[in-house]
């Protein structure tokens, strides 16, 4: 295919990329994709020579094999999981598929190639297998670097087993390792965007639990902040730098949907560079501690870390402004051949290289000891035993709201919210759509406080009192969902989103998918949101699922996301504006309120009447010097389940009854306006009926008693 109009590069724009690019020819697909792990490979090798780390060590070396090759197997590993999620994020949102292909496929299909959707799910499932294999040497060499012995020295075996199955790092590595085998197997027999999607749920899963092994492991008052920047880090880096990899596989497959592919990549990349930079800046900060620390050898990687990073953001712009625009802008298959194609797969090439040295070095800044002591902290404290940190100071008024525990993942996540909802507001306006400026403010102020409630004086005090953790609990259940429900963000959404005509699944089109699905229309059920809203408070609070919210951080998450959605569907079965579900009439909205704030009654004054500690493994064994003991706090957090659930419950009841009385105003105007129009007919008739009877009566010869 030659060079013509629809597939030349913009004027002025990509001219000085363009003539770069004839002069150069492109690299081949599997020399594109050899680059990426070559050069992390030079570029942790290099770093630990820098360091020092894979030096011999005094006591317990575990030889050569050891020092070396578990860096070696740390960023293949990463690789292998980073592809593996990139090709599943490309067939979730990216890629279409072929025409006719799964249910509801509709047209215009022939505007899509389609080839590369299964292509990307086979990438997905050998990745994910390859995944698994490096996580085996992974744990093996991960053990003896741990115990300090070769592998393969006497009792090794048996040693390793009780690794994996009695200490929490073995069962962390071996967790992953299932995950892995069981993502590329499954990647493997799924055929649809929902498949795709539900696999890349689980590999985040296994990036959660991944993060929990790091230097975050041992960091002291910061060891919930580390946790939750090292797993935005690694998702963040994991769906850029794979998604990039799996494009590079499928050039031979993307065909006419490479414009398309690209500029929705360019999106997500767009998403993944601040979350990486974020992430990125808080990990070096709790490791390097000061600017002295930068002047150290690990400082200097982490200072070359930070010029590598910025060269690959740059080479993003240059993506999207250069070569992007030529490719959205060609009607047919984009070849090498081409001057946008030779350009991009350039770009895409050295982008590669440049990620996998940013991957290197990440690596072996993993291995190297920070200028801040990653170790345990002497002599803890019982509250530095069970939390990880040490207890925050007494809870006064004040500190409820200078007292924060930033959550880096909820913070960001919160972040995103709002500037995507605002985004989608200035483009209703851009194009002269309204849109309610009440709702605007409705959704910053949910979002403003969804941050002040994870990160500020509720996150900081809710892991050492039970009434602070209630405080958090009922504002993220009762008072979050009601601004955010208010706020109709599915309404918003769907004005605002343009649909794809290709017939892949983007985030319209996932909106609409999850909206009218079956499980959404069971969950959003007014009756079973009620029972999930009020049912899932016994089952979180007394059973070991509180425990797992305090004591991990994967468990504190679950806790956020399911209660805030549980308290979204309830909410919005009572006042929702959104689409969804088939709203019971006024009256039983009422009864609904009234059942549950039954319910939150009795929930509190349980608590504030038990004398039976909950999470007493927690609770009762901090030590702390002040506030209420730990069984008084307890009923104190029953008394603030008791009143913070009421006040919201009765907001909501003053709103159904507002919107009833609404109602039947809009309904008597609506019938005058009628009869003004039409007339009434059941008047008029009764009114024939009661002229009928009158004359009846006065007719001659007829008596009164008649």
């Known amino acids: 295919m030659t060079a013509g109009p629809s597939t030349r590069l913009p004027p002025r724009r990509g001219r000085l990329a363009s003539a770069y690019a004839y002069r150069v020819r492109a690299l081949s697909t599997p020399a594109r994709v050899a680059v990426l792990p070559t050069v992390g490979l030079l570029a942790v090798v290099a770093a630990l020579t820098v360091t020092g780390a894979a030096l011999p060590t005094a006591l317990l070396d575990s030889g050569p094999v050891v020092r070396w090759g578990l860096p070696i197997a740390e960023v293949l590993r990463e690789l292998a999981g980073a592809v593996t999620l990139g090709a599943l994020v490309l067939a979730a949102g990216v890629l279409p598929r072929a025409a006719g292909a799964g249910r509801g496929a509709r047209a215009p299909r022939d505007l899509a190639?389609?080839?590369?959707?299964?292509?990307?799910?086979?990438?997905?499932?050998?990745?994910?297998?390859?995944?698994?294999?490096?996580?085996?040497?992974?744990?093996?060499l991960t053990y003896a670097n741990v115990a300090g012995t070769p592998v393969g020295s006497a009792g090794f075996g048996q040693q390793l087993g009780l690794f994996v199955t009695q200490l929490g790092l073995g069962e962390v590595l071996l967790s992953v390792t299932v995950i892995a085998a069981l993502t590329g197997t499954f990647a493997l027999l799924v055929t649809s965007a929902s498949g795709a999607a539900w696999l890349a749920a689980l590999v985040l899963a296994a990036l959660a639990l991944q993060a929990e092994t790091g230097h975050s492991a041992a960091a002291g008052d910061t060891h919930e902040l580390a946790i939750s920047s090292l797993f935005l880090h690694l998702v963040g880096a994991g769906v850029w730098i794979g998604a990039l990899a799996a494009l590079a596989m499928l050039a031979g497959r993307l065909g006419s949907d490479l414009g398309p592919a690209v500029a929705r990549y360019s999106v997500i990349a767009g998403w993944c560079f601040p979350a990486v930079a974020v992430s990125g800046v808080v990990n070096a900060a709790i490791r390097v501690g000061g600017w002295d620390g930068l002047a150290t050898r690990y400082g200097a990687l982490i200072l070359a870390k930070v010029v590598i990073f910025l060269v690959l953001g740059g080479l993003g712009f240059l993506h999207r402004r250069s070569v992007i625009p030529g490719l959205t802008a060609a009607t047919g298959p984009i070849s090498v051949r081409t001057a946008a194609g030779r350009m991009f797969w350039r770009l895409v090439a050295v982008e590669l290289a440049v990620m996998g040295a940013v991957m290197g070095v990440a690596v072996a800044l993993a291995a190297s000891e920070p200028p801040v002591p990653q170790v345990a902290v002497p002599n803890p404290t019982p509250a530095e035993i069970v939390t990880g940190h040490p207890l925050p100071p007494p809870l006064t008024g004040i500190r409820w709201l200078t007292e924060w525990h930033w959550d880096v993942l909820l913070t960001f996540a919160a972040a995103a919210g709002l500037v995507v909802y605002l985004q989608w507001v200035r483009r209703l306006r851009a194009r002269g759509d309204a849109w309610p400026l009440g709702r605007t403010i409705s959704w910053v102020t949910g979002m403003a406080i969804f941050v002040w409630t994870t990160s500020g004086g509720p996150g900081a005090y809710g892991h050492v009192l039970f009434s602070a953790h209630m405080v958090e609990h009922m504002l993220l259940v009762m008072v979050i969902p009601i601004f955010l429900v208010l706020a109709a963000p599915v309404t918003l959404a769907l004005r605002a989103l343009p649909s794809r005509p290709d017939g892949s699944r983007g985030p319209r089109e996932w909106i609409l998918a999850i909206v009218g699905s079956h499980v959404a229309r069971f969950m959003s059920n007014p009756i079973v949101a009620a029972v999930n809203f009020a049912g899932s408070m016994i089952v979180f609070y007394y059973s070991g699922l509180f425990g797992l919210a305090l004591s991990t951080y994967v468990g504190h998450v679950a806790m956020v996301v399911h209660f805030s959605l549980a308290g979204?569907?309830?909410?919005?079965?009572?006042?929702?504006?959104?689409?969804?579900?088939?709203?019971?009439?006024?009256?039983?909205?009422?009864?609904?309120?009234?059942?549950?704030?039954?319910?939150?009654?009795?929930?509190g004054v349980t608590l504030m009447s038990s004398e039976v500690l909950l999470a007493p493994e927690w609770f009762g064994v901090l030590g702390r010097p002040w506030g209420l003991s730990a069984i008084a706090d307890q009923q104190r957090g029953g008394a603030i389940a008791w009143g913070i659930g009421e006040l919201p419950t009765l907001a909501l009841a003053l709103a159904v009854a507002f919107a009833w009385s609404r109602s039947d105003e809009r309904t008597a105007r609506n019938r005058d306006r009628r009869v003004d129009r039409d007339g009434d007919p059941e008047l008029d008739e009764y009114n024939a009926m009661l002229a009928t009877m009158a004359r009846r009566d006065a007719a001659p010869g007829r008596d009164a008693t008649d």
């Open 113 to 140: 190639d389609g080839r590369a959707f299964p292509v990307s799910l086979r990438i997905a499932g050998y990745a994910g297998t390859v995944w698994a294999l490096i996580s085996v040497v992974h744990l093996v």
């Open 568 to 603: 979204y569907l309830f909410a919005n079965a009572i006042i929702g504006i959104d689409p969804g579900p088939t709203r019971p009439g006024y009256p039983q909205r009422i009864l609904l309120l009234f059942a549950t704030m039954g319910f939150h009654a009795f929930f």
